[in-house]
């Protein structure tokens, strides 16, 4: 998988674009990517295949020129479970900010461990904030720990969707689109959907933000107050540590 006429989605297109070429992707953009990278993690965790991935990162997806995600990167995945076996065991490797709690913390891996770095990814796309950010303030260096909060309420998502894509989704659409993502981040596997569930959660919502009539903008969204100058940061040019697959514990 992978033919690489790519355009990065990481470091440039839509998370960081201050002093870049690169325009941030639009909110349906977004949504094919998503949409597009889930298909390829669902494949690989099929019946047939049966192939965890472990290193689902938004560097792991590159895009060709229709933003067709493609992904890259198998040299951590790993046959799935067999037979009774609930999980895999192995060396815990992957990339900081990404690898589900109970992989971090057991080294058991199942196709639920994707779906937890699908989630952070996703938050990613959502909020066009990285998975692990040093240059943020404190308390917003962990994009999970710091998002998890606002996820479920439909007055707070607004604190964290991208605010370079108002005017671009729903409410319904964004609110849909931060409930799967916290359900993908669910602390315990079992509670997290499957792959084949995400693709369907966002087929539909491709589907009715395609057909949506009314967009959230300045004026018909809540009134919240911001509670840092993200925007101001997010626009600046700032050097990022680039994340990389290593043994996590070494
Ligand atoms: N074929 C490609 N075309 C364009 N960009 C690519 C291609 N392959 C990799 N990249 C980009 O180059 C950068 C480095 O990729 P690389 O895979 O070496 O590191 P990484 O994805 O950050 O970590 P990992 O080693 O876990 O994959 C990433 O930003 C990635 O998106
Ligand atoms: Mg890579």
């Not at 560097?59 to 037979?83: Q, R, W």
Request: glycine share 8%.
């Amino acid at each position: 998988m992978g033919i690489c006429l790519s355009a990065r989605i990481k470091a440039e297109s839509p998370f960081n674009t201050g002093g870049s070429y690169f325009q941030p992707l639009s909110w349906n953009l977004r949504l094919k990517v998503a949409l597009g990278a889930a298909k390829g993690v669902a494949f690989l965790h099929g019946a047939e295949t049966k192939v965890i991935y472990r290193d689902f990162k938004t560097s792991n997806i590159l895009l060709d020129i229709n933003y067709n995600a493609k992904l890259s990167d198998f040299g951590l995945a790993k046959d799935g479970p067999t037979g009774d076996q609930s999980h895999v065991s192995t060396r815990v490797m992957g990339t900081y900010g990404y690898a589900a709690p109970e992989y971090l913390a057991t080294g058991h891996l199942t196709a639920k461990s994707d779906v937890y770095s699908f989630g952070v990814v996703l938050l990613e796309m959502l909020s066009g904030r990285r998975a692990v950010d040093k240059n943020r303030p404190s308390g917003e260096h962990n994009l999970v720990e710091w998002a998890k909060p606002y996820l479920a309420s439909k007055r707070k998502i607004f604190r964290i969707i991208d605010n370079r894509l108002e005017g671009q989704y729903t409410l319904e659409g964004a609110y849909k689109g931060a409930t799967l993502a916290l359900r993908c981040l669910s602390t315990e596997g079992k509670f997290r959907p499957t792959m084949a569930e995400v693709v369907t959660v966002l087929e539909q919502l491709q589907d009715s933000s395609e057909t949506g009539n009314i967009r959230c903008n300045t004026h018909n969204r809540p009134k919240i107050r911001r509670h840092s100058a993200d925007d101001a940061r997010s626009r600046s040019v700032t050097a990022y540590p680039r994340p990389s697959a290593s043994p996590l514990y070494a």
